[in-house]
T-cell receptor, first 111, second 114 residues
């Protein structure tokens, strides 16, 4: 069963625009991660934010976490056609270290 | 360049046949995951190993699926007998427990059961 649920399911933007994806989850977490999946490939880890952190940056990526609302957002600034992919959030809860994935947001960036 | 290696990349088989998927985790990682990805269900956890011991296989249909780690360099997922509803992409991922749970994924095995 999915712990995280991404929103929107699909997003289509023009190159240079910002893309924002949201993730909501149900139970308390240790950390939340975002992954990218290009078509026909495996998932690639992008960024991890711990439950005691509120914001994290990595290059053009900005992740926020609001544990009171059980939600996270991923912002990709100045998007490029190469950012076209599906983006998944995954939560880690308890001591199992098992990432539990949402269904993902499909992002299309038009050149 | 450390990576998780999965074989085969693609497999087409007839219903009722045995299917074996193999995974070589990243050297030094102590956790291995098997996930199944379908359009309908998304990414589902099938099995989870830590230090080669199976810790969670509750997501796996026990009557036909089995997962093992014969040694630290090999994880296998077997389906016997296979059914058309098993058609999916199967991913193996490895990681290091205690570092936050980041998972490193292989490229997947695309299984088609006809």
């Amino acid at each position: 069963s999915q712990q995280g649920e991404e929103d929107p399911q699909a997003l289509s933007i023009q190159e240079g625009e910002n893309a924002t994806m949201n993730c909501s989850y149900k139970t308390s977490i240790n950390n939340l991660q975002w992954y990218r999946q290009n078509s026909g490939r495996g998932l690639v880890h992008l960024i991890l934010i711990r439950s005691n952190e509120r914001e994290k940056h990595s290059g053009r990526l900005r992740v926020t976490l609001d544990t009171s609302k059980k939600s996270s957002s991923l912002l990709i600034t100045a998007s490029r056609a190469a950012d076209t992919a599906s983006y998944f959030c995954a939560t880690i809860s308890g001591g199992s270290y098992i990432p539990t994935f949402g269904r993902g947001t499909s992002l299309i960036v038009h050149p | 360049d450390a990576r998780v290696t999965q074989t085969p990349r693609d497999k087409v088989t007839e219903m009722g046949q045995e299917v074996t998927m193999r995974c070589q985790p990243i050297l030094g990682h102590n956790t291995v995951f098997w996930y199944r990805q379908t359009m309908m269900q998304g990414l589902e956890l099938l099995a989870y190993f830590r230090n080669r011991a199976p810790l969670d296989d509750s997501g796996m249909p026990k009557d036909r699926f089995s997962a093992e780690m014969p040694d630290a360099t090999l994880a296998t997922l077997k389906i016997q007998p296979s059914e058309p509803r098993d058609s999916a992409v199967y991913f193996c991922a490895s990681g290091l427990a205690g570092t936050g749970g980041e998972a490193f994924f292989g490229q997947g095995t695309r299984l088609t059961v006809v």
